[in-house]
């Protein structure tokens, strides 16, 4: 019994499972986890009020959903499939990715690997520096390239400084890989059509999340948050699937 008479609730609160996370997790909000038991990820017990109570196994099963999108950027639906095949019992590795080790000795489960055919950590690896400021001298020296490389960035779109006139990394990574294939004739103006099918693909996710971030219900921005998530991941693989597949037919392969 609390000092107050009341019965002590068991399992953790929605604040103490926050307090968990954000450690590893600093972006995780309560109405992402929220958002994350509405979309049937996690299912904490309630109380005879409605209270919440998460147990250990539903804390690490969000560990489970938030370090699948942070490191391998894998849609929610993805994530699903593979947490009802733990549920099952599924050791395939083909389903099962390579899981928390907490999460391991509560499911039972093998370790596994990637699934195939998705994003992978290298290709959606979180950097807490990319809203950096960076002036023009920092990208000229951290890309290695001159000014009049990156006039032309410029003048081709593919770098874009923001409204006070810094560079995020992302310029920097840009620029970078913009040089490597300049060493094989390829020039900034060779990349127009880059930018351009860039565009289109932003306009066509804005387009189909614009109206979840107009709801105005507490959980909106979280769900829309998410389906950009989900859309640019699948935008990504869609790609370079498609270039791959070009590619085979140079190569013969």
């Given at each position: 019994?609390t ?7 068991e ?5 103490a499972?926050?307090a ?16 994350l ?59 099962v ?24 950590p ?52 840009i ?5 490597s ?24 996710v ?30 990504v ?17």
């Open positions: 019994m000092a107050a008479g009341r019965p002590q609730r399992g953790l609160s929605i604040g499972v926050l968990q996370l954000r450690p590893d997790f600093p972006d995780v909000t309560i109405s992402k986890i929220r958002f038991e509405s979309e049937g990820l996690v299912r904490p017990a309630r109380t005879p009020s409605g209270y919440r109570q998460f147990s250990a196994a539903d804390v690490e099963r969000l560990r489970f959903v938030l370090a699948a999108q942070r490191d391998h950027y894998l849609p929610l639906k993805v994530i699903k499939e593979q947490l009802d095949a733990i549920d099952r019992g599924d050791t395939n590795a083909s389903v990715p390579r899981l928390p080790r907490k999460l391991v000795a509560i499911s039972s489960v093998d370790d596994g690997g990637h699934v195939p055919g998705t994003p992978g290298d290709e959606f690896a979180t950097d807490p520096e990319s809203a950096a400021q960076l002036t023009e001298d920092d990208l000229l020296r951290e890309a290695g390239i001159d000014e009049f490389m990156l006039d032309e960035l410029r003048q081709y779109g593919l770098v874009r400084p923001n409204a006070a006139g810094f560079y995020d990394t992302d310029a920097v990574r620029a970078r890989t913009v040089k294939m300049s060493d094989y004739g390829i020039e900034p103006r060779h990349l127009r059509a880059f930018r351009a099918s860039a565009d289109r693909e932003v306009g066509l804005e387009q189909i999340v614009a109206p979840v971030y107009r709801q105005r219900d507490a959980n909106a921005k979280a769900r829309g948050d998410e389906l950009v998530k989900e859309l640019a991941a699948l935008s693989t869609l790609h370079t699937l498609l270039v791959k597949t070009g590619i085979r037919g140079v190569t013969g392969g």
